[in-house]
């Protein structure tokens, strides 16, 4: 006889059949009622041991935690709170659980307390809930793009370039620390190294990928993407995953476009296939929600959120006109920003996205043609000379979702940025190759997978929706 999963005896439960599952016992009541756990379902399954005939010693075993393997029948249940259970036959304990010392205790545990024990957390109904709406969001990207005919790219995770020109980046070396090869200058010599440049952990790989879509002409990555940027923020992880479409031939219309798509079907991938760990979320929000000022409630429970998000158009909007609309708000005029909106060309804080998003919009924001100067080199420069073709989507209760742009396809233009800015034109010499030879108009953008999560799930910190959050200061696990 197989094991079966609870998922599938809940789905479809043969009443008489005899069955075997494994899990972990969540709690055992009155020496008789095992509530078990397999993590395939948010449910338990409520098995019932006969206690007169089984040995005390035995029967302390079955502790919250341990791991056990149970036989036989199902058979409907008596008692309220589930329609079946298993008589159990037999039970063997897998692994026992010291009760004194096991964390995950049948109460609520706080948040703070459980990423303590990351490596257990996986065993409360929130955590497997979370998770498993991740590994669906993540089922629903690729069949995205499968379906609409993206290629899957793989893009190097060790790389010498800094895409975003941000500097943010995790330095990948063999040298000994304690004393490196130093050139006569002084430097360090990373002709010496492993790879005989100096080389990092990938903060985009979009470079790569647009040489790909010049070539198979709609592809994406999905990959691990690393940022050494000290934000110690519920939205911000030094080690990320980001999915980056990259497509010929699209501009800037056609990416946001795509981009709203995308961002549509996921979620509503979610909310037809994990309707049971949504409402749990939901209901568990909507608790949390109790305990807070009225003012700090958020308007939407989480279903209604997402649906709202699915249903409606994102709204549309040029910095310029974002500018106009934050300059002559009220919090503007009473400085109620901590930025202050007083001139065109300012990098817009995650206020001012909130702000637009939350209160003034009521609705995600794609902001577009942005300033030439707050934005990364490879943008497409605009006719006025002065802003880019990037996007931004915004996102209420996160602020920036996506980031993309419709690349610079003019090598001129392209190398004349460069220069400005003092981007190394013969190390990325292969990426102007690509203007040099058969270039065009091409797009594309960047999902913070891990946001998309925050968001599908309602959760508050981007810490509890990744296995192992890696922050500053922390790489336990
Ligand atoms: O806006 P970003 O920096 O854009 C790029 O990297 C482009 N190369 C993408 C492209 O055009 N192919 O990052 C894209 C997205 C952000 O909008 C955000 O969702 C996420 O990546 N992101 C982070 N997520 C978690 N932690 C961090 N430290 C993040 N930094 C960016
Ligand atoms: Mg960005």
Same mark, same amino acid.
């Given at each position: ?112 307390f ?27 990207v ?24 941000a ?32 080389t ?16 198979l ?72 929600e ?12 989480? /279903?209604?959120? *997402? %649906?709202?998000?699915?249903? &409606?158009e994102? #709204? @549309?909007?040029? =910095? +310029?006109?974002? /500018?106009?609309? *934050? %300059?002559?708000?009220?919090? &503007?005029?009473? #400085? @109620?920003?901590? =930025? +202050? ?67 610079e ?35 594309g953008?960047?999902l913070?997978?891990?946001r ?26």
């Amino acid at each position: 006889m197989k094991t079966a999963t609870i998922k599938s005896l809940l789905e479809d439960p043969q009443i008489g059949n005899q069955v075997i599952v494994m899990g972990w016992v969540r709690t055992f009541r009155s020496n008789r009622f095992i509530a078990i756990n397999d993590g395939s379902t948010l449910q338990n399954l409520q098995c019932v041991i006969d206690f007169e005939n089984t040995e005390e010693a035995l029967l302390k075993e079955i502790n919250t935690g341990a791991c056990l393997k149970l036989t036989g029948k199902l058979e409907e249940s008596q008692g309220r709170g589930q329609k079946v259970e298993v008589k159990v036959a037999d039970f063997e304990v897998l692994g026992i659980s010291d009760a004194n010392e096991y964390p995950i205790q049948p109460k609520k545990h706080s948040l703070e307390f459980l990423r303590e024990k990351a490596h257990l957390r996986i065993r409360t109904n929130t955590f497997s809930a979370i998770m498993r709406i991740r590994s669906k969001l993540a089922f629903a990207v690729h069949q995205y793009f499968n379906e609409e005919g993206f290629f899957y790219m793989h893009t190097p995770i060790i790389t010498g370039s800094d895409a975003e020109g941000a500097g943010e980046m995790f330095r990948v070396s063999t040298l000994d620390s304690k004393s490196p090869p130093l050139s006569k200058s002084g430097d360090i010599d990373y002709k010496k190294d492993f790879f005989g440049k100096e080389t990092n952990l990938t903060v985009s790989g979009q470079l790569e990928g647009e040489t790909y879509a010049m070539g198979l002409g709609k592809i994406y990555t999905f990959g691990p993407t690393f940022r050494a940027e000290n934000s110690n923020t519920s939205r911000h992880l030094a080690e990320f995953w980001m999915i980056e479409p990259e497509m010929a031939f699209y501009d800037l219309e056609d990416n946001m476009d795509l981009a709203e798509d995308f961002i549509k079907y996921t979620l509503r991938y979610v909310l037809e296939h994990c309707k049971e760990d949504l409402e749990f979320l939901e209901n568990r929000l909507l608790d949390e929600e109790k305990t807070k000022p009225q003012n700090e409630r958020s308007p939407m429970p989480l /279903i209604e959120k *997402l %649906r709202f998000v699915v249903d &409606n158009e994102f #709204k @549309r909007v040029s =910095y +310029t006109e974002a /500018i106009d609309v *934050l %300059r002559n708000s009220k919090a &503007n005029k009473k #400085k @109620r920003f901590q =930025y +202050t909106v007083d001139q065109w060309g300012i990098d817009l804080q995650s206020e001012h996205e909130r702000y637009l998003v939350e209160k003034h919009f009521n609705a995600p924001v794609i902001l577009y043609n942005y300033p030439a100067n707050i934005k990364a080199f490879y943008m497409r420069l605009n006719e006025d000379e002065k802003t880019v073709r990037a996007m931004d989507v915004l996102f209420p209760g996160i602020g920036e979702i996506v980031g993309g742009s419709q690349r610079e396809e003019r090598l001129d233009v392209l190398k004349k940025k460069m220069e400005v800015l003092g981007i190394d034109q013969e190390e990325l010499y292969w990426y102007l190759d690509l203007r040099k030879f058969g270039s065009a108009v091409h797009s594309g953008f960047g999902l913070g997978f891990e946001r998309l999560v925050l968001f599908a799930t309602g959760m508050g910190n981007i810490r509890d929706v990744i296995p192992y959050p890696r922050t500053p200061q922390n790489a336990e696990f």
